[in-house]
């Protein structure tokens, strides 16, 4: 196997768990309510790619790419209605 | 099912080091978002890992999908592609609804409304503008 895939399969998760640990922690911290919503983006963000590079590691098998289309769909609704939600008090008007 | 060895060893390589750079932005755009001081400038941290970083990530699925499969397999490109038209989207509401309130806290830095018909004007005539404006005030 060549060593950058190699090296990549292990670190490159690593790397993206460590994003996600930094945004969980500004969504604890976060002083606003912006900013949680912010931090939860970027937590779904990297969350979606960290189920594509698990799905290389997994060789095709398995339905990552599926988990991870879900979760930037999902996420992006989410995101929507609760920057609509801090809008406007509420988020079907 | 294939096996890692059908995959050439270039084609790993170049795999393996856009999924590094993908991981790496990704990391950079969230210390970002905990590191810089205000909102507004950490709302362009996250920008990192939706594009640039999604499509290296994505650009690697396919291309290590594609050689294992042993024909063009392009459906991991669906995810960064999404990434990148949805995630400016959400964070023009979350950037809007930020700006709305910081305006009602009167936070220093924050750009008024411009012209008289614009914003404010919407604001008054929404009559939300008093009890938004105690909670935000209250909070801080």
Known sequence: ?93 | MSHLSDVPGWVQGVCGALMLLGAVLALIGAVGVLRLPNFFQRVHATTLASTLGGWAIGVAAALYYSFSAGRVALHPLLVPALLTLTVPVSTFFLMRAAVFRHRLAGTPGVPGSLGSGGEGGDLADRGAVADTDSVVRGRD
């Not at chain 1, 196997?1 to 460590?18: H, Y």
């Not at chain 1, 640990?21 to 979606?48: F, H, K, M, Q």
């Not at chain 1, 594509?52 to 599926?66: P, S």
């Open chain 1, 1 to 93: 196997m060549n060593p950058i895939f190699a090296t990549a399969l292990w670190l490159a998760p690593v790397l993206l768990l460590l994003a996600m640990a930094c945004a969980l922690l500004r969504l604890l911290l976060g002083p606003s309510a912006e900013d949680r919503i912010l931090a939860l983006d970027t937590l779904y963000v990297a969350a979606a790619l960290l189920v594509l590079v698990l799905g290389v590691r997994a060789n095709g098998g398995g339905a990552y790419f599926e988990v991870a289309l879900l979760i930037a769909l999902l996420g992006f609704a989410s995101t929507s209605a609760m920057a609509k939600f801090v809008l406007r008090g509420e988020v079907v008007e």
